[in-house]
């Protein structure tokens, strides 16, 4: 094991080196949900080595005692109770996306290359919706906490989405939230990276909302893809301004209505 560890160091990528493009690969897509379901269950992300390769067995004592309703907890719920969303608990859900003030800083619940926080959030409510909320889409301020009216009574077509997972999800929701690269906010400080580092912060926004949904009575469904082409003027976005992941939702229909994350 010592010995692999020593080659797999001396073949690091020397630092400030740009990381090359993810190779093109030639691959048709799975798109019905048994087979979906079935290749899911092959768990291709998992490694797999010899059995004379060797393994250092963790403590599973070690594990944190809350760590397994932790997990549980973060679920990806595409069946929603058809009443309005209480505007209290969408509040307090954006809420972990606001920046509060810490001294004479900012702080947030997640990190961001270089302290920079470009990637913005919108909503967009549909017709009772959100109680006490007009239907439209608004920009989430995460240092005022408060919503800033875009579009009112805009409303978004279901054929965006892909239709055999998350259009039907869609259907149910009352409200999607969607994070939006904001370049000239990065690109400045980290130039060609500056999309990945965005990427990534998105992702550690999914994850703060994704995880504390519950605490709310709220359920989200992270939507991997859908024709932003037909939002991103109900959003009066700048040029450049690209969506990097979205999320519907609404009131959780029962506390267990879900399962992974599964997008199309």
Same mark, same amino acid.
């Given at each position: 094991?010592? $010995?692999? #560890?020593?080659?797999?160091?001396?073949?690091?990528?020397?630092?400030?080196?740009?990381?090359?493009?993810?190779?093109?690969?030639?691959?048709?897509?799975?798109?019905?949900?048994?087979?979906?379901?079935?290749?899911?269950?092959?768990?291709?992300?998992?490694?797999?080595?010899? /059995? $004379?390769?060797?393994?250092?067995?963790?403590?599973?004592?070690?594990?944190?005692?809350?760590? =397994?309703?932790?997990?549980?907890?973060?679920?990806?719920? +595409?069946?929603?109770?058809? /009443?309005?969303?209480?505007?209290?608990?969408?509040?307090?859900?954006?809420?972990?996306?606001?920046?509060?003030?810490? &001294? $004479?800083?900012?702080?947030?619940?997640?990190?961001?290359?270089?302290?920079? #926080?470009?990637?913005?959030?919108?909503?967009?409510?549909?017709?009772?919706?959100?109680? &006490?909320?007009?239907?439209?889409?608004?920009?989430? *301020?995460?240092? =005022?906490?408060?919503?800033?009216?875009?579009?009112?009574?805009?409303?978004?077509?279901?054929?965006?989405?892909?239709?055999?997972?998350?259009?039907? !999800?869609?259907?149910?929701? +009352?409200?999607?939230?969607?994070?939006?690269?904001?370049? +000239? @906010?990065?690109?400045?400080?980290?130039?060609?990276?500056?999309?990945?580092?965005?990427?990534? =912060?998105?992702?550690?926004? !999914?994850?703060?909302?994704?995880?504390? @949904?519950? +605490? #709310?009575?709220?359920?989200?469904?992270?939507?991997?893809?859908?024709?932003?082409?037909?939002?991103?003027?109900?959003?009066?976005?700048?040029?450049?301004?690209?969506?990097?992941?979205?999320?519907?939702?609404?009131?959780? /229909?029962?506390? *267990? !209505?879900?399962?992974?994350?599964?997008? &199309?």
């Amino acid at each position: 094991l010592a $010995d692999r #560890y020593q080659k797999s160091n001396a073949v690091a990528t020397k630092a400030g080196a740009t990381a090359p493009a993810a190779p093109q690969r030639n691959f048709d897509l799975i798109l019905d949900p048994a087979a979906k379901d079935a290749f899911r269950r092959e768990n291709n992300g998992i490694r797999i080595f010899p /059995e $004379d390769w060797g393994r250092l067995q963790l403590d599973d004592a070690a594990r944190p005692a809350a760590l =397994e309703d932790r997990i549980s907890r973060r679920q990806a719920v +595409r069946h929603f109770r058809s /009443e309005p969303v209480p505007l209290v608990s969408l509040g307090a859900l954006l809420a972990e996306l606001s920046r509060i003030t810490k &001294g $004479d800083t900012g702080k947030y619940a997640y990190g961001s290359a270089g302290g920079l #926080y470009p990637v913005q959030t919108y909503l967009h409510a549909k017709p009772d919706g959100v109680a &006490g909320l007009p239907a439209g889409t608004f920009y989430y *301020h995460p240092v =005022e906490h408060c919503l800033v009216p875009i579009t009112l009574g805009a409303e978004l077509d279901a054929d965006i989405h892909e239709p055999f997972t998350n259009k039907p !999800a869609f259907e149910q929701a +009352r409200f999607s939230l969607f994070f939006v690269h904001q370049p +000239r @906010a990065i690109e400045p400080i980290y130039g060609d990276l500056a999309w990945r580092f965005s990427l990534l =912060e998105a992702g550690a926004m !999914a994850h703060a909302i994704e995880t504390s @949904a519950w +605490r #709310y009575g709220l359920g989200l469904c992270p939507i991997g893809w859908l024709d932003f082409a037909r939002v991103r003027s109900l959003l009066q976005l700048e040029d450049g301004q690209e969506l990097l992941h979205a999320h519907v939702g609404g009131l959780v /229909e029962t506390p *267990h !209505a879900s399962g992974d994350w599964e997008e &199309g």
